[in-house]
């Protein structure tokens, strides 16, 4: 609910929908170079539409120097080679319209690579127009002009070669200039860049880190919170959130309205004033992925002190959220994405970290209201990958959580169980076709590690097993997308139903025509649910669902989709 009220929605083409989330370099290498492409993609399209996907994800696929593995873009308007050519790109999207799914792309705009053109340019001559479209800013009393710290460690602000006290601002890696949106040139830029890809028949974007574009000029920096004596960039940008909705309004009425584009943005930190304005039919976008189960996390100050996640933390976080929104707009369902760890590894004990605990949990998952988005491997049940060094990390932020560790008092061994534990690394392993060398991805050597259990955990494999966490997954599309159904699913009111326990997902589903309950158990014992007359089983995640009568039980790590009276 917003403001107390349901409101009504209108309807667009990508409700009731399903989205699927592809790392292109872990997802298929058709080339044996080790790294996945554009081809691999076109490979793949009909196991995605056998999963019963309609809209697909792509994370960066733009000329980039992979500081940060794509995010770092050199250039808007070409595809980097490792992933293959344009003409690649539009045979995807031929392909892809050919069996009715929907690409959307990363939209990176808070900041670009320090390679690109227009960057180069600035960094010539800090006073200059190109300068503008960033942000150079002279220091304070002979410092940086404030004490924010990256996301990836150290200061937002890297000093300029050759000048005395001139500095460039980066949020994220030095190697990632801010883009100024403060400047309408470059802003202009970005619109007929959006608009050029929007042209060529893409179905819309996610949108990166996009809270971030908010900025306070006089950079007035903010107490200290760790030992380095810097502050979290991100505390500064949970300042700002009320400027972003008009920075942005301009932004999808110069671009996205005029293309019905869906868009989903990646936002951290929204206060319950800001959110009503930045989602639904008068945002500034379509939706935004529920990131609240993560908020623990980005307000602690390393992997150093995270604790481990559990079922209770998921559901509360997602019901609260479920709550906020109501009827008045979609918020976007993730159990996981490329910058967190395994949700079987994140969410459940050790004894669950199994394709019946994955099944429990992607049932809790699949039902909530909104635009559910699976990431890639996700519908395998794959728990994190196990790294034996510092040097099979990828991730330029594993290396920098590994530092700080070791800053706070934290044995090697301690170090990397945490990396282990929570690095993002675990999520962009190279997805698991068969029992074949490198898991069926690459003929090459595997940019990164492939997870150790992949003789087992692999796509052809589970095909097989008609109990596997992946014909499960096509149980629950199926569901969520049947006849019957697919009003409720997608409109229908959602309600918390509590049960008195904190290892207990359960809600409903309700509209005009019918209403049905999900349960999940995540306990060591059997939970007990009492059915009136007409009201039936749907779906079981295992045989340890069992109705009796008017009694339903459902045994430990095991979920059930109820059709209520």
């Known amino acids: 609910m917003v403001n107390g009220v349901y409101k009504k929605m209108k309807l667009n083409w990508w409700h009731g929908k399903i989205a699927y989330q592809i790392y292109p370099k872990s997802f298929m290498d058709s080339n044996g170079d080790g790294v996945g492409d554009l081809k691999g993609i076109i490979s793949k399209l009909d196991y995605l539409k056998d999963l019963g996907v309609d809209i697909i994800w792509l994370s960066p696929i733009y000329v980039s120097p992979f500081v940060d593995n794509g995010y770092d873009i050199a250039d808007y308007r070409n595809i980097a080679p490792v992933f293959g050519t344009m003409e690649d790109f539009d045979e995807l999207l031929a392909k892809a319209k050919k069996l ?54 150290g200061s937002v602000w890297e000093k300029v070669e050759g000048y005395d006290d001139m500095y460039y601002l980066h949020y994220y890696a030095k190697q990632q200039p801010d883009l100024n949106w403060n400047n309408p040139v470059l802003v202009k830029k970005v619109y007929d860049m959006i608009n050029w890809w929007l042209d060529k028949g893409i179905s819309g974007f996610r949108v990166d880190a996009i809270m971030n574009v908010a900025k306070d000029l006089s950079f007035p920096g903010l107490p200290a919170d760790d030992i380095d004596g810097l502050c979290a960039a991100n505390k500064m940008t949970g300042k700002l959130t009320d400027r972003i909705p008009k920075m942005l309004n301009d932004l999808k009425a110069n671009t996205f309205d005029k293309y019905n584009a869906l868009t989903v943005a990646e936002a951290f930190g ?102 559910p988005f699976i990431f890639q491997g996700q519908e395998l049940g794959m728990t994190n990958t196990h790294f034996d060094s510092l040097d099979e990390f990828k991730d330029l932020l594993s290396h920098d959580e590994y530092k700080k560790c070791l800053a706070h008092g934290l044995t090697e061994e301690q170090a990397m169980e945490a990396l282990n534990n929570h690095a993002r690394d675990n999520a962009r392993t190279p997805m698991l076709w068969s029992d074949a060398a490198n898991a069926g991805f690459s003929t090459g050597t595997p940019w990164m590690k ?54 207990v997902i359960a809600y409903t589903r309700t509209d005009d025509n019918c209403k049905v309950g999900v349960f999940c158990n995540f306990e060591d014992s059997d939970l007990e649910i009492s059915l009136g007359e007409g009201e039936k089983l749907l779906l079981q995640s295992s045989d340890a669902v069992r109705v009796s009568g008017n009694r339903m039980v459902i045994g430990p790590c095991a979920a059930a989709v109820v059709r209520l009276k």
Do not use: W
């Open 100 to 153: 009715d799914l929907h690409i959307i792309l990363d939209l990176v705009v808070n900041h670009c690579s320090s390679e690109h053109e227009l960057f180069k340019k600035a960094l010539k001559n800090p006073e200059g127009e190109e300068a503008s479209y960033f942000y150079f800013v002279k220091g304070k009393d002979g410092k940086a002009p404030d004490n924010l710290r990256s996301y990836f460690g």
């Open 270 to 371: 929204v206060s319950d004033e800001v959110l009503p304005k930045l989602y639904g039919d008068n945002g500034c976008f379509s939706t935004l992925f529920d990131f609240s189960a993560r908020e623990l996390y980005e307000s602690l100050p390393g992997y150093y002190a995270f604790p481990h996640s559990t079922v209770k933390h998921y559901r509360d976080h997602n019901f609260s959220t479920q709550k906020k929104v109501g009827l008045s707009g979609f918020i976007c369902p993730i159990l996981e994405n490329h910058d967190e760890p395994r949700s079987v590894s994140l969410y459940l004990k050790p004894h669950q970290q199994n394709a019946n605990g994955a099944k429990a949990l992607a049932t809790a998952f699949m039902f909530l209201r909104g635009l």
């Open 450 to 503: 492939v997870h150790q259990d992949y003789k087992k955990l692999n796509v052809e494999t589970q095909k097989k097993d008609k109990d596997s966490v992946l014909n499960y997954y096509k149980k629950l599309t199926a569901l969520r997308k049947s006849e019957d159904l697919l009003n409720c699913f997608t409109y229908g009111r959602f309600d918390e139903v509590d049960l008195h326990s904190d290892e």
